[in-house]
């Protein structure tokens, strides 16, 4: 099998990724197939992206409204060509019918450009999201967009003071407050480039504060989108940083999970090691009742088949302790490696996810894990018009479907023949 193509977007994106290690696709792409197990489940492309007449191209995560419509972003595509030569991006909608509407084009000044996240929706029908880069230093951008597709940009980035690159979704609290993470930038010098990260507070106003900027032993490049608990503790992850240890390809540390609290300084609840417990976290949290963190690595673990023996990645769990527990290591083939989206859980406590590599054909698989530690693959991705290198965290409706999004596959004709991502429906 190949691997995806050298894009613009690609390139931005992997740069910025701690999967910028490039999987050993040609251990995961072996001849053994998978066994569907779940052969319920029914697997539909709802919608392939063409990146013509103003169309997206390279989905990231979508979200769910009451009335089924999809909303999401592409990180290429659209409309304005002026400074971004595959297409800045977009905002779109994806009805229950399949009709897709695109309900906002960027371009690099214009609200920014390179949304490499999803939307965030409030209850009267507003997006918020964040851009990679545009704005007015081109170092990225928070936006909101109404309803009537009015964008508004809430606040541009800039390196040293405030950080730069937001490449992971928001959150809101009840408030109007927004909160996310800077890729890197922020007030430490530790990092190549100047700052590894920042965690930001944005009020209805447009006041941006800074609650933490990240320096190494804390955590070094926030990639994903926050969680926030009743009290205001704000938890997530870095890709690198920690455990000085654990390094490797020049990049030091290999992740941490973190607490902000609203009145008090960064906590490292815990530094990976590479294996067994995983490294790289490059996805949301999420957490339970009872206080505990769920998760997964794109790579470490037990076996060492992936990433040159590095491992194809974890589901773990965190307790309030501080204690890891690796709930599941993926191996290629036939279970997938490299998850790159984060977990939902339902009410049972199963697990549901995505890899972004192995499974029967190298391209990825949808997963779920049970609460015995079972996982149970219910689609391979063939690389076609199915979808390849799905990367982002699932979503479920109240019967029980999945939705998710491919990076590539689907029209098969996008992008001189690599394709242009689709998004797809699981039907227990």
């Known amino acids: 099998m190949t691997t995806p193509p050298p894009s613009r977007s690609w390139i931005s994106r992997m740069r910025h990724r701690a999967a910028s290690l490039l999987l050993d696709f040609a251990i995961l792409g072996t001849t053994v197939v998978a066994t569907q197990s779940a052969r319920a489940q029914t697997f539909t492309v709802l919608y392939s992206f063409t990146a013509t007449a103003g169309d997206g191209a390279l989905p990231t995560s979508v979200i769910l409204d009451a009335a089924g419509n999809l909303y999401g972003t592409t990180n290429s595509g659209g409309s304005d060509f002026k400074d971004c030569p595959d297409g ?16 906002y084009s960027f371009g690099t000044r214009k609200g920014g450009a390179d949304p490499f996240a999803g939307v965030i929706r409030d209850g009267a029908g507003n997006l918020y999201g964040t851009t990679e880069s545009g704005g007015a230093a081109n170092e990225g951008a928070v936006y909101k967009l109404d309803t009537a597709g009015t964008l508004t940009q809430l606040h541009s980035f800039h390196r040293s003071r405030d950080g730069v690159g937001p490449s992971a979704s928001l959150i809101r ?7 996310g993470t800077t890729f890197s930038g922020g007030n430490s010098t530790h990092c190549f480039g100047g700052g590894c990260g920042t965690v930001f507070k944005l009020d209805p106003t447009g ?16 990639d994903a989108a926050l969680l926030r608990d009743a009290d205001g503790n704000l938890y997530g992850s870095t890709v690198h940083g920690g455990n000085p240890a654990c390094t490797i390809s020049g990049n030091h540390g290999c992740g941490v999970i973190f607490k902000v609290a609203p009145t008090g300084p960064d906590t490292v609840l815990y530094s990976f090691t590479g294996e067994p417990d995983g490294q790289y976290p490059v996805t949301s949290l999420i957490r339970d009742a009872a206080g505990n963190l769920y998760g997964t690595t794109t790579a470490g673990g037990a076996s060492g088949a992936c990433l040159t023996s590095q491992g194809c990645g974890t589901v773990f769990e965190l307790d309030p302790s501080g204690k890891e527990t690796v709930l599941y290591s993926f191996t290629g083939t036939p279970d997938g490696a490299s998850p790159y989206g984060g977990l939902i859980r339902d009410r049972e406590g199963n697990f549901y996810g995505t890899t972004r590599g192995g499974g029967a054909y190298g391209y990825g698989t949808v997963f779920k894990l049970d609460t015995a530690g079972r996982e149970t693959v219910l689609y391979s991705f063939a690389g076609g018009t199915d979808g390849a290198y799905p990367n982002s965290t699932l979503v479920r409706d109240a019967a029980g479907n999945l939705y998710g999004t491919t990076n590539f596959g689907g029209d098969l004709s996008c992008l001189g023949g690599w394709s242009c991502g689709a998004v797809f429906k699981i039907t227990p």
């Open 207 to 222: 006041k941006e504060t800074i609650l933490h900027s990240f320096g190494g032993a804390d955590g070094v490049n926030p």
């Open 173 to 179: 609290d009840a408030a109007g407050n927004l909160y």
């Open 88 to 103: 800045c991006g977009t905002v779109f909608k994806l009805d229950t019918t399949g009709t897709e509407t695109i309900l």
